[in-house]
């Protein structure tokens, strides 16, 4: 089992920033792609970032590319999303999610954190 507790969020006007953390514990060996996902009433989850925990390869929905960036820190078990120039359209819970195997910019991923709110006032 792999433990995600995501962090960071809060209440921010738009244009401000924020930096997202997941920190990933118990069998995080098992683990080589994360991801971050999104989630309002009105929306079905949608995929916002993915990174390769080998390669660092980064992957991004066309609506936060060039706002948002996902990275890594190996040695902290630990996932980041900055998020840059806020956009009220960008108010929903965040969720981080781990996998075996590639990135993947759908729902398939084995493990999920219980979520991290994100409000973005106009």
């Known amino acids: 089992q792999v433990q995600l507790v995501e962090s960071g969020g809060g209440l921010v006007q738009a244009g401000d920033s924020l930096r997202l953390s997941c920190a990933a514990s118990?069998?995080?060996?098992?683990?080589?792609?994360m991801g971050w996902f999104r989630q309002t009433p009105r929306k079905e989850r949608e995929f916002v970032a993915a990174?390769?925990?080998?390669?660092?390869?980064?992957y991004y929905a066309d609506s936060v590319k060039g706002r948002l960036t996902i990275s890594r820190d190996n040695a902290k078990n630990t996932v980041y999303l900055q998020m840059n120039t806020l956009k009220p359209e960008d108010t929903a819970i965040y969720y981080c999610a781990a996998r075996s195997g590639t990135p993947v910019t759908t729902n398939e991923y084995d493990y999920w954190g219980q979520g991290t709110q994100v409000t973005v006032s106009s």
């Open positions: 990174i390769s925990l080998f390669s660092g390869s980064t």
């Open positions: 118990g069998r995080t060996f098992s683990s080589s792609a």
